[in-house]
């Protein structure tokens, strides 16, 4: 079945310790975003891919940052974690187009100590 | 500028009743609706989408919403509740671009008891 894939699905980093975390589809889809969700709340959009386009939202902190190296694979590499960004960090794929939904991956859960 | 608004952060049903879980959202421009499922540590799956075709949109597991302009609503219903059906449901607000740049609601707990 076609998929999106993160790993890993639980990660534990020390604050200020770089980590980075993967998604992989086989959607073969355009676009490709990472969602941050805290407990309780609704996923924030902290930037997105158009293909090589690196689209990033205005109130997304300098410590993520993101690579897409193919259209299968998007990285999200948080610099310095501080316990603040402890949360469940989302990967999404959608096709080109406003209407088209997004697709899930079950997550990574990331604890800062 | 869009947004959602979704009516009730916690909604308790009885198995078998009727589900109903409000959504209002603000768009300056027609805009495409959402219905997002998320299960205790998984990602959100796709209930649902309104995309100016027919009105009242049929999901997976028995949901439907029917978009209403007049009342700026996409309320999600279920005719009767299982005890699956609890989880986090987010509505969600997208408009006409080449990326679904999606913005949620706050979200509704469904709560299922016996």
Not at chain 2, 60 to 87: C, Q, R, V, Y
Not at chain 2, 91 to 99: F, I
Request: aromatic share 12%; proline share 5%.
């Amino acid at each position: 079945d076609a998929m999106v894939i993160q790993n890993p699905r639980y990660q534990v980093t020390q604050f200020g310790k770089p980590v980075t975390l993967s998604c992989s589809q086989t959607l073969n889809h355009n676009v490709m975003y990472w969602y941050q969700q805290k407990s309780s709340q609704a996923p924030k959009l902290l930037f997105h891919y158009y293909d090589k386009d690196f689209n990033n939202e205005a109130d997304t902190p300098d410590n993520f940052q993101s690579r897409r190296p193919n259209t299968s694979f998007c990285f999200l590499d948080i610099r310095s974690p501080g316990l603040g960004d402890a949360a469940m960090y989302l990967c999404a794929t959608s096709r080109v187009a406003g209407d088209s939904p997004l697709h899930f991956g079950n997550g990574t859960r990331l604890t800062v100590t | 500028a869009q947004s959602v608004t979704q009516l009730g952060s916690h909604v308790s049903v009885s198995e078998g009743a009727l589900v109903l879980l409000r959504c209002n959202y603000s768009s300056s421009v027609p805009p495409y609706l959402f219905w997002y499922v998320q299960y205790p540590n998984q990602g959100l799956q796709l209930l649902l989408k309104y995309t100016s075709a027919a009105t009242l949109v049929k999901g997976i597991n028995g949901f439907e919403a029917e978009f209403k302009k007049s009342e700026t609503s996409f309320h999600l219903t279920k005719p009767s509740a299982h005890m699956s059906d609890a989880a986090e449901y987010f509505c969600a607000v997208s408009s006409t671009g080449t990326a679904s740049k999606l913005t949620f609601g706050t979200g509704t707990r469904l709560q299922v008891t016996l």
